[in-house]
Nanobody
Framework: QVQLVESGGGLVQAWGSLRLSCAAS????????VGWFRQAPGKEREFVAA????????YYADSVKGRFTISRDNAKNTVSLQMSSLKPEDTAVYYC??????????????????WGQGTQVTVSS
């Protein structure tokens, strides 16, 4: 499995921007697809964005499409989530996760087998 550490969270005003990073350990990082999920208090963890191992496919939740951009740098073992035009409803703990490429379902939590500890994003109105 891959070890993942998220960073970049914090407090931001509405319409502001944040860039989250997910650092991975392990030489086989580029064999995995990567997703970002988030969980707000009292709510289930939900899909935010995902990227295939060679960056040729990206996926977004409808709620963030056009505002968030996922990218990865396999040479640096990192995945980023650039978040713009943030809204109070984006407040949550954000997690990155990896999934083996076979039978990958980008929006399904069940296909991800390694998770980071999460980073808190708080958007004030």
């Amino acid at each position: 499995q891959v070890q993942l550490v998220e960073s970049g969270g914090g407090l931001v005003q509405a319409w502001g921007s944040l860039r989250l990073s997910c650092a991975a350990s392990g030489r086989t990082f580029n064999s995995y697809s990567v997703g970002w999920f988030r969980q707000a208090p009292g709510k289930e963890r939900e899909f935010v964005a995902a990227i295939s191992r060679r960056t040729d496919y990206t996926y977004y939740a409808d709620s963030v499409k056009g505002r968030f951009t996922i990218s990865r740098d396999n040479a640096k073992n990192t995945v980023s989530l650039q978040m713009s035009s943030l809204k109070p409803e984006d407040t949550a703990v954000y997690y990155c996760a990896t999934a083996p490429p076979l039978n990958w379902s980008p929006r399904s939590l069940a296909t991800y087998d390694s998770w980071g500890q999460g980073t808190q994003v708080t958007v004030s109105s």
